[in-house]
Every structure is written in C-alpha cells, then in structure tokens.
C-alpha cells in the first residue's frame, strides 16, 4: 500500500523579494511532513533566493523549470 502525499500549488509570480521566500516559509509551514509544494516564481533574485532559503530551512529542492512563459516552476518537498 504506497502512501500518497497531497501536492500544494503557490503561485508567487511579481512578489518581490523577500516577500516570496516569506510567503512559501508560512506556506511551507502549513502542511505535512513529505508533501510537495509547487511554487511559481520570477527568474533572478527571486527563484535564486527561495531555492537557497528553502534548502537553508533544510527542505529538499526536487527541481526547478524554467516555463516557456518566462517564469520559473520550484518543486519543494518538506521535511
């Protein structure tokens, strides 16, 4: 029997930072252990400074796309 975990959307696109690494930390924060998070952000400063943030806050990085549209897709996995 696999255990599914739920997957959360936050889309941070024209937050500036540090507002965007603040608002996936409060995120973050809300759900469980294992889950993943899929955030959209700006490319530069932002993608950059939520990646490192996040992995500094000891969650892991699984990927980060960068989308046709011009912005950036994060994939977290809390931990």
């Known amino acids: 029997m ?3 975990c739920k997957n959360h959307f936050l889309d941070l696109r024209g ?3 540090p507002m ?3 608002k996936t ?3 973050i924060d809300k759900v469980s252990r294992g889950e993943i998070i899929q955030v959209l952000l700006d490319g530069g400063e932002p993608v ?3 990646s490192q ?3 500094a806050e000891g969650h892991e990085i ?3 796309d960068s989308e046709p ?4 897709k994060v994939i977290i996995r809390k931990v």
């Open 48 to 50: 950059e400074s939520v």
């Open 53 to 55: 943030s996040m992995t």
């Open 15 to 17: 937050i500036a930072c």
């Open 25 to 27: 930390k409060l995120f």
């Open 62 to 64: 699984i990927s980060v």
């Open 2 to 4: 696999s255990m599914e």
């Open 20 to 22: 965007n690494f603040v």
């Open 69 to 72: 549209e011009g912005y950036f």
